[in-house]
Nanobody, 117 residues
């Protein structure tokens, strides 16, 4: 029903910045949380950052102080500002929206972020 599409990924040198955005093909309501996950080759998908409806945020220890998640209130989707990027940040990044009441969740197809040394 609703499709998420990430954008903003690309190739950047270490120390650089990128901003990831998430667009929804349809309207989204009753959101419980929004987040960004990433998956590097040979590794499991991991939570990078999330923000719940109250505004509280959670960050992976590896990105604290460098990444900032925020809400696009008009779209009800998250964005992710990534600063001071490191080669270990290289991964496919996925947008995620979790709905209230156990209705379900949405995932994007992912966007590649590559950080060169």
């Amino acid at each position: 029903q609703v499709q998420l599409v990430e954008s903003g990924g690309g190739l950047v040198q270490a120390g650089g910045s990128l901003r990831l955005s998430c667009a929804a093909s349809g309207s989204i309501s009753s959101v419980f949380s929004m987040g960004w996950y990433r998956q590097a080759p040979g590794k499991q998908r991991e939570l990078v950052a999330s923000i719940i409806s109250s505004g509280n945020t959670i960050y992976a220890d590896s990105v604290k102080g460098r990444f900032t998640i925020s809400r696009d209130n008009a779209k009800n989707t998250p964005s992710l500002q990534m600063n001071s990027l490191k080669p270990e940040d290289t991964a496919v990044y996925y947008c995620n929206v979790v709905l209230r009441y156990g209705v379900g969740s949405y995932w994007g197809w992912g966007t590649q972020v590559t950080v060169s040394s």
